[in-house]
């Protein structure tokens, strides 16, 4: 006869059991270092988790770092909340998406100076977190060299932790990486319904 899978004895034996796996698996887990974070594919989140991220460093008194890569022709809610508290330093690069510049050179140009204040956090272990927004990206368009980009981030300090966002990690990143997410699109409201960005979701 099947089990009721809502009978109390039954959920608190699994759980008992569960419980004794996580403990187990917590008490082996006794390394602490900097992680790095890839967040990439096409779902949407990439961005907002790093930024939520963001929000737990700051809310641990921790000193982070921003660079945005593509973002830039225009303002975002993100940009308004984080740019003047302590503790961050914010900086926007980007020229905006690749299709409304249409201009490698100046989108080259625009990643390299990115990558210079990013190499700067890297290099300074006062930064206890550092998010590359949308680095992924220049990445993907070559827009940087990416032995350079996995050298500097292999090199930053033990304890610094750097979250890089963007579509089409390459795969490289991905090795280095210590968890990666890959957000997939169920429903969309821009490309399903045609509804536009909206402020506190997108923008």
Request: charged fraction near 30%; glycine fraction near 8%.
């Amino acid at each position: 006869m099947q089990c009721n899978a809502k009978d109390p004895d039954r959920h608190a034996r699994r759980m008992a059991h569960k419980q004794k796996i996580m403990n187990e698996r917590i008490a082996r887990a006794d390394k602490e270092q900097g992680v790095l974070l890839v967040l990439t594919g096409p779902g949407k989140g990439k961005s907002s988790s790093g930024f939520g991220m963001l929000a737990r460093a700051l809310g641990h008194g921790m000193k982070v770092g921003v660079v945005q890569f593509i973002k830039g022709k225009f303002s975002t809610g993100e940009e308004a909340f984080f740019r003047d508290l302590p503790g961050v330093d914010y900086h926007v690069m980007g020229e905006g998406y690749t299709w409304d510049t249409q201009d490698r050179n100046r989108d080259v140009e625009a990643a390299e100076a990115a990558w210079e204040v990013a190499r700067h956090m890297l290099a300074d272990e006062r930064y206890q977190l550092v998010l590359l927004d949308e680095l992924n990206i220049a990445l993907r368009h070559d827009y940087l060299d990416l032995d350079r980009v996995l050298d500097d981030l292999q090199g930053r300090p033990a304890m610094q932790h750097v979250v890089v966002t963007g579509r089409h990690a390459p795969q490289q990143l991905i090795e280095l990486a210590d968890t990666v997410t890959e957000m997939k699109v169920v429903k969309h409201a821009f490309k399903d319904q045609g509804i536009k960005a909206q402020k506190g979701v997108e923008l």
